[in-house]
């Protein structure tokens, strides 16, 4: 699947951001501003993994010769950050070849102030910054710090969390939207799918990734959990755990794809909770994946919409026609390949096997794969879309579920938010470091 979506996008798009595979040509979009080859820095670290290393030669010339830091126009950091910082930072870790990393040193050390491009939040509720943009950093710039020696990367994401830890929280609860102005929270909107989501993650993973040594984001973890469990988390009538969203203290009984990561997430963070808690949260975690499953299960096409409801009789399905399209996630099968590794228990690798199916069976086009339109019908309609988040994250992850625990192993590793593995940072292994540091700062 990696190979035919890799080869469609090199013979049609080659360079753009992403494939069309419906017309076979390439779409730039505006997310990433003036940067240009999403797909080839996203599949970097796919495509070694799985051992395809003539793509993996021609994605990393590409990214050698043409791609473009200092483009101009507005992009999004998060979006930047995640897929091209995570992206590089992975092929370095992975291979050991420095490939344009000392490039990106160099622009994110002046961020905010670099002439050229103007780095927005994304879209936001009017002029707000957004939890999961602004706390969805921590991972990579720590690791920019670790490989230049330069404080300054980690000194900014930690001001981020400064100011969170400072800041009073409704119920223990962060809400989605922040204002950079006052530093006050603008509207009472929280959520643990899109806007939040990947704030949460990288709370856990910080402190993973710190061999757990960040006991800050240890706490800030547990604590949001708590209040996420004490006011998000539901059980419907037909028995399904689901999260909830939480607009000034009324819920709205929705979830969101996007939200069916936090299977995997509870699941990594189960170890490190309070020692009572830690069988219920991995029992939480395999609830929320079995609640996403049913989201998947209940369409016509067994893959799930983007975001499904629990109110007025129906449970995991949209009742929304504007709900009802996949645009090839990744979350589910996320937590599908997280909940393998904790458990072993084999249902995880058949509805990952269920879910390769439903892709082949009605995301599969000529030239690529392609998002639906709508998951309850089997005449599907296609989206003309080929994610570059499907080559990152989506198929990483169902070749992870497939693959033995020692490739990329969670004791050694952590993934971004768009599936980039990055090193745990031991103690041990700062002399060491220290010595690689040295290298790549010259």
Same mark, same amino acid.
């Not at 040193?105 to 939040?121: A, I, K, M, Q």
């Not at 609860?173 to 949460?200: C, E, K």
């Given at each position: 699947m990696m190979k035919f979506a890799w080869d469609n996008y090199k013979r049609y798009a080659w360079g753009k951001n992403e494939l069309r595979p419906l017309t076979r040509n390439g779409h730039i979009g505006n997310m990433f501003g003036g940067l240009r080859g999403a797909s080839i820095v996203d599949s970097l670290d796919t495509l070694y993994i799985m051992g395809l290393m003539d793509e993996y030669n021609d994605a990393k010339e590409w990214v050698k010769t043409s791609l473009d830091l200092n483009s101009n126009g507005e992009a999004s950091l998060f979006e930047v950050n995640i897929r091209y910082v995570g +992206?590089?930072?992975?092929?370095?870790?992975?291979?050991?070849?420095?490939?344009?990393?000392?490039?990106?040193?160099?622009?994110?050390?002046?961020?905010?102030?670099?002439?050229?491009? %103007?780095?927005?939040?994304?879209?936001?509720?009017?002029?707000?910054?957004? *939890?999961?943009?602004? +706390?969805?950093?921590h991972l990579e710039f720590v690791h920019l710090t670790e490989l230049s020696s330069n404080p300054v990367y980690t000194e900014k994401v930690m001001n981020i969390r400064k100011l969170l830890n400072k800041i009073e929280k409704p119920?223990?609860?962060?809400?989605?939207?922040?204002?950079?102005?006052?530093?006050?929270?603008?509207? /009472?909107?929280?959520?643990?799918?899109?806007?939040?989501?990947?704030?949460?993650?990288?709370?856990?993973?910080?402190y993973l990734m710190s061999d757990k040594t960040d006991d800050d984001a240890k706490k800030m973890y547990y604590t949001a959990l708590e209040a996420i469990e004490a006011n998000l988390v539901q059980k419907s009538p037909g028995g399904l755990t689901y999260m909830a969203e939480w607009r000034g203290g009324i819920l709205d009984h929705k979830m969101? /794809?996007?939200?069916?990561?936090?299977?995997?997430?509870?699941?990594?963070?189960?170890?490190?909770?309070?020692?009572?808690?830690?069988?219920?949260?991995?029992?939480?975690?395999?609830?929320?994946? /079995?609640?996403?499953?049913?989201?998947?299960?209940? %369409?016509?096409?067994?893959?799930?919409?983007?975001?499904?409801?629990?109110?007025?009789?129906?449970?995991?399905?949209?009742?929304?026609?504007?709900?009802?399209?996949?645009?090839?996630?990744?979350?589910?099968?996320?937590?599908?390949?997280?909940?393998?590794r904790l458990?072993?228990?084999?249902?995880?690798?058949?509805?990952?096997?269920?879910?390769?199916?439903?892709?082949?069976? /009605?995301?599969?086009?000529?030239?690529?794969?392609?998002?639906?339109?709508?998951?309850?019908?089997?005449?599907? %309609?296609?989206?003309?879309?080929?994610?570059?988040?499907?080559?990152?994250?989506?198929?990483?992850?169902?070749? *992870?579920?497939?693959?033995d625990d020692d490739l990329l192993s969670l004791e050694d590793w952590v993934f971004n938010t768009e599936a980039h593995p990055l090193p745990i940072i031991r103690n041990s292994c700062l002399q060491d470091d220290a010595t690689q540091e040295k290298t790549v700062s010259e």
């Open positions: +992206g590089l930072l992975s092929a370095y870790y992975l291979t050991g070849e420095e490939v344009r990393l000392i490039d990106v040193l160099d622009v994110f050390e002046c961020y905010p102030c670099c002439s050229g491009t %103007s780095w927005s939040w994304g879209w936001a509720s009017a002029g707000s910054s957004i *939890l999961a943009e602004f +706390g969805t950093l119920h223990g609860l962060y809400p989605n939207f922040l204002s950079p102005v006052s530093g006050n929270w603008v509207q /009472h909107h929280v959520s643990i799918g899109g806007l939040g989501d990947s704030f949460y993650e990288y709370l856990i993973k910080s969101g /794809h996007l939200a069916c990561f936090s299977g995997g997430m509870i699941g990594i963070g189960a170890d490190d909770g309070a020692p009572e808690k830690r069988q219920h949260y991995l029992d939480l975690a395999a609830e929320i994946t /079995h609640t996403c499953h049913e989201s998947y299960s209940r %369409s016509a096409t067994k893959l799930g919409p983007e975001a499904f409801r629990f109110d007025s009789g129906a449970e995991a399905t949209a009742t929304r026609l504007s709900d009802r399209y996949y645009i090839l996630r990744p979350e589910v099968i996320e937590s599908y390949m997280y909940m393998w458990t072993h228990d084999p249902k995880y690798r058949e509805w990952g096997w269920e879910a390769v199916e439903a892709l082949e069976q /009605h995301c599969r086009v000529e030239s690529g794969f392609s998002g639906i339109r709508d998951v309850y019908t089997t005449s599907v %309609s296609h989206d003309n879309m080929q994610q570059s988040f499907f080559l990152s994250e989506t198929l990483k992850y169902l070749y *992870l579920l497939f693959s």
